[in-house]
């Protein structure tokens, strides 16, 4: 929508899927609105009209029986799971009503299954211990079921609360209306449903041991949910507390909350820095491995830009603050993983739409299992058993964890790895990508010129005197006076191979030609071939495409190229590229046979050579019209459209915020490897999202059949259920291993 206003608000007494997909409904409902509640994080991501107020979308939430409010700053990390649910009380209160229930079901639970354990009277104190486990400790359940069934609505809460109270007032009418009470009592344990005499079956086992199940499954969810959260929330942490601020001489240490753009701040050896900015003084290597998850510290010196969250390892720096709060980097990346995952795949559209219907539909076939059993066996024991089992068994939590589960954590360990996903939507075009187009300039090669090869002309050109020393210290003295990316690159070659460069005692430089001047009493000549042969210097034929030619005294001498560095990592990047099935393609806008020698140094047998900034995306779209999908990595201000124009824009964090913003992955570090690490990790997570959706799919499918058949006792079906939702968080949490 254009000309709106987005909002973030923290959704509190979500129980399931169905649930966020109420609040979902409610809130598209509105005029003006569209918005994505995300079960896992409790989050609604809303866009909505300027005319909608924050107020009424609350109001809203509240109406359809849940909480709502804008979410709070981040809380520091815990430094331990015992100091988490501390500081956790939702977690705390949680792992108190289980224990309590644990404690007070087990007796039951065992008094129901072993018969030798069963004494006389032993049904009385099940009863006993059993009422606070159905009362208190289900109680949330209770609550959850009749709010929403006030709004006239069904969610996982029904199902529990229906199942469990239906089996706890059934015990109830047996033993004081009925045969259970009797003396002498003896209760089997069947597996299936359970086909005693109905005035004198009980059901408490299955009352207490269906609500601690299912209060370990969601205390386990819930643990698993905050470890998927982590990383987003020790990216969140990265940044500085406080800051040493210059005030004239004198430093000042404030909280970095109030640290403005322009202020100048003191970084010592083993601190953060505070945010992004520029080195004014002093010089240090930089950790930024909890930022990029690159290990090697990068030095910096002078006029170096850093960023804030990288830690300072060994000098003193003074930085000129560049941006702050919202604005910096670190910031920028945690807002892309949290709008990540907040987001939802397409997969997750549908199983959210298969949860909003999926509990009326079970509540209808529960009653149909009582009503079909009654009618074929006139058992109302069986019947009850059954029809309780396909209550419990049915919740489709795992539906509603399989998708954001799987997202949290890889989108979070992508951010560890300094791979930041925009969406989820981009983990399908991965699947489908099958070429990568590789911008060569700052991708594969380094941006920075550099001498590749110096060759000396003999015979009538030269003479046997010069060599490959004479010939560089004549030119890069000569060069060392030029501002030209060429002439730098020869000076500094020749420096390091011949020490201290003599100075020229006149230079010249010749517009698009090259340089002339006197050094060690000779006219020295270097450049194109027209120069020299301006100069009437016979000139041999250059010995690559672009070669800067070398003259002194009337004679040509030799010959210089100068090529852009192929980066060390390149090859290895295209290997692994390849090893995904993607057929790599070097695009450029250099000379086709200086792309063809790159190309050739990194394994790459397509080049696309002498494209204008402009003709890129032009390029994608042919290759694309050719019927590949296409991925395209790049950095520059002139790779943006062709990013945006990729079925996947991969682009590097050390590059343009234009390409960055264009692109549907971010590579916090400027290595081509990450692009591989960055197209399977999202492969990775999207398996993992279909493995879930096809464990939560096919554990409903074949569990409400056999509950409908008398098939489970709903004891055992409660323990399907709640770990039908760990085995999915669990699965989803192996993400954290990706490397």
Sequence with gaps: MTGTTVTELTIGGMTCASCAARVEKKLNRMDGVTATVNYATEKAHVEHAPHVGVDELIATVVKTGYTAEEPLPPEPEPESEERAEQEDPELARLRQRLTVSALLAAPVVLLAMVPSLQFDNWQWLSLTLASPVVVWGGLPFHRAAWTNARHGAATMDTLVSVGTLAAYGWSLWALFLGDAGMPGMRHGFDLTADRSQASSAIYLEVAAGVVTFILLGRYLEARAKRKAGAALRALMELGAKDVAVLRGTTEVRIPVTELRAGDLFVVRPGEKIATDGTVTAGASAVDASLLTGESMPVDVTEGSEVTGGCVNVSGRLVVRAAAVGADTRLARMAKLVEDAQNGKAEVQRLADRISA????????????????????????????????????????????????????????????????????????????????????????????????????????????????????????????SSEHPVARAVA????????????????????????????????????????????????????????????????????????????????????????????????????????????????????????????????????????????MVGDGVNDAAALATADLGLAMGTGTDAAIEASDLTLVRGDLRVAADAIRLSRRTLATIKGNLAWAFGYNVAALPLAAAGLLNPMIAGLAMAFSSVFVVSNSLRLRRFT
Aim: overall charge negative; hydrophobic content about 45%.
């Design 357 to 480: 219907v999926f509990v009326p539909a079970v509540l209808l076939v529960a009653l149909g299992t009582l009503v079909t059993w009654l009618l074929l066996t006139d058992d109302p024991t069986a019947s009850f058993t059954a029809a309780v089992a396909v209550l419990i068994i049915a919740c489709p939590c795992a539906l509603g964890l399989a998708t954001p589960t799987a997202l949290m954590v890889g989108t979070g360990r992508g951010a560890q790895l300094g791979i930041l996903i925009k969406g989820p939507e981009v983990l399908e075009s991965t699947r489908r990508v099958d070429t990568v187009v590789l911008d060569k300039t700052g991708m594969v090669t380094t941006g920075r010129m550099s001498l590749r090869k110096v060759y000396v002309y003999g015979g009538r050109y030269g003479t046997d005197s010069t060599d490959e020393t004479e010939l560089l210290r004549l030119a890069g003295a000569l060069e060392h």
């Design 492 to 631: 500094a070659a020749a420096a390091e191979r011949c020490g201290e460069l003599p100075v020229p005692k006149t230079f010249e430089n010749v517009p698009g030609l090259g340089v002339r001047g006197s050094v060690d009493g000779h006219l020295v000549l270097v450049g194109r071939a027209a120069l020299l042969t301006a100069e009437g210097v016979e000139v041999p034929g250059a010995p690559e495409p672009g070669a800067v030619h070398v003259a002194w005294d009337g004679v040509a001498r030799g010959a210089l190229t100068v090529a852009d560095t192929v980066k060390d990592t390149s090859a290895e990047a295209v290997a692994r590229l390849r090893g995904l099935g993607l057929r790599p393609v070097l695009l450029t806008g250099d000379h086709r046979a200086v792309a063809e020698a790159v190309a050739a140094e990194v394994g790459i047998d397509e080049v696309i050579a002498d494209v204008l900034p402009e003709e890129k995306a032009g390029v994608i779209r042919r290759l694309q019209g050719e019927g590949g999908t296409v991925a």
